[in-house]
């Protein structure tokens, strides 16, 4: 049974400065601040308030981000939402449009996985489509055990850097003659480079280690090697970092014999949607981990893996903790630390301490109970920190 909680909130509440003493080493726990140093982002907000695009897309994609708006609202973030529907259909062409113009518009955006129509040749992904209308060139995903969580593997914490709008996401595919298709791989100097540099900047920011390039350069001499090629190049301005590289598939192998290898992975696009799946899978799975999707003018926030969760839908049990997470990316991209704290610190309580969970991680609550609870926690936490509330 939850606790009864009733406090009303004065409408300064969770907007004065206050000093955090943290739950514990894992303040800010997934480094979900944004590592780019780009001045024009984000956009100013209008009247003191952020406007940010949100793409529900589908399968358990809207109930989660009601969750979202839900949490938000109740730590009382400068934040609007501006709702954006992509639906396969006649009208898709035109959803796809406008939702690229509220994000151009906006800056930033929030999205769930929107659903491809696998049936028809002429159709490009959305979700693709949106990376490569925005420029979006780098996807990073912090992938960190949480402590308690039953998992193939404790402790982990690897940062993947996958290459976002190149290699065979380019959807440059035809049909030479009856039976035979050839699709085209796609990879140059100038985005790898931009990547690289993304990348050995992140890891100098956060003092990451070792950096590893991965690759089939053994196979792919021409792309793959091009790729490795950059990446090395680029290394040589970051001296502190280790660089080295590892073929893709054995890369699998050591991830799910002995992740701890890892620091720092680098790659091209579809290595990265592989590998990203295969390491949130040892550390908890899909429900868990957030991707941040980052270019020179905009960002969009997402679970990392991105999976409809048809077979969830409507069930009111999916795992709202990665959405959450890329709500704190969101919040700490738009330099509202206070409120991405806020919710990062109730999750880790929620989770960790309380052992509060959904079913995917070992617990029994419904999603809207863990939402409860998250927001109870969030009020336990931090109200007596704040002034103008009541009990």
Same mark, same amino acid.
């Given at each position: $049974? ?20 943290? +739950? ?39 109930? +989660?981000?009601?969750?979202?708006e /839900? ?8 934040? /609007? ?5 992509i ?5 898709? /062409? ?27 040749l ?12 925005? &420029? ?18 404790k402790?982990? &914490?690897?940062?993947?850097v ?36 993304f ?8 003092r ?40 893709? /598939?054995?890369?699998? $192998? ?33 429900g ?18 991105r999976? +409809? ?9 999916a ?36 052992n509060?969970?959904?079913? &995917? ?31």
């Amino acid at each position: $049974m939850l606790r009864s909680s009733k406090i009303i909130y004065s409408n300064s509440h969770f907007k004065k400065k206050i000093n955090f003493t943290p +739950l514990s080493s894992q303040r800010n726990y997934h480094n979900h601040q944004p590592p780019l140093g780009n001045e024009e982002i984000p956009h100013k907000p209008y009247g003191g308030r952020h406007i940010v695009t949100m793409l529900p897309g589908g399968g358990i994609g809207p109930e +989660l981000m009601n969750y979202v708006e /839900d949490v938000v609202k109740f730590v009382n973030a400068p934040i /609007d939402f501006e709702k954006c529907e992509i639906k396969d259909g006649p009208t898709l /062409d035109e959803d796809l449009r406008n939702a690229i113009i509220s994000i151009k518009r906006n800056g930033v955006g929030i999205k769930g996985t929107i659903e491809p129509n696998l049936n028809s040749l002429n159709f490009k992904n959305p979700n693709v489509e949106i990376r490569n209308k925005l &420029d979006l060139f780098v996807n990073l995903t912090v992938c960190k055990s949480y402590p308690g969580i039953t998992a193939k593997y404790k402790n982990v &914490d690897v940062v993947v850097v996958r290459q976002n709008t190149e290699g065979e996401y380019a959807m440059l595919e035809h049909e030479c003659r009856k039976g035979v298709i050839e699709s085209l791989k796609i990879i140059t100097q100038k985005n790898t480079m931009r990547v690289a540099k993304f990348a050995f900047d992140f890891a100098t920011r956060f003092r990451r280690r070792k950096i590893t390039v991965v690759h089939k350069a053994n196979i792919m001499k021409l792309s793959d090697g091009l790729f490795l090629k950059t990446v090395k190049e680029v290394s040589k301005s970051y001296p502190h970092i280790k660089c080295n590289d590892i073929i893709v /598939d054995a890369t699998t $192998m050591k991830i799910v014999s002995n992740p701890y290898d890892f620091d720092m992975l680098i790659m091209p696009n579809l290595y990265g949607t592989i590998i990203n799946n295969v390491i949130c899978g040892i550390t908890g799975g899909a429900g868990l981990t957030s991707g941040s999707n980052y270019g020179s003018k905009y960002a969009i926030f997402e679970p990392a893996c991105r999976t +409809l969760g048809k077979t969830l839908q409507n069930k009111n049990i999916a795992n709202p903790v990665a959405m959450l997470n890329a709500t704190v990316s969101l919040l700490y991209h738009l330099k509202r630390d206070i409120y991405a704290r806020i919710i990062s610190e109730a999750i880790y309580k929620t989770i960790c301490i309380d052992n509060q969970r959904t079913m &995917d991680i070992g617990g029994d609550l419904h999603t809207s109970d863990m939402i409860d609870y998250l927001k109870e926690n969030i009020s336990l936490l931090y109200c007596e920190k704040y002034a103008g509330y009541q009990k």
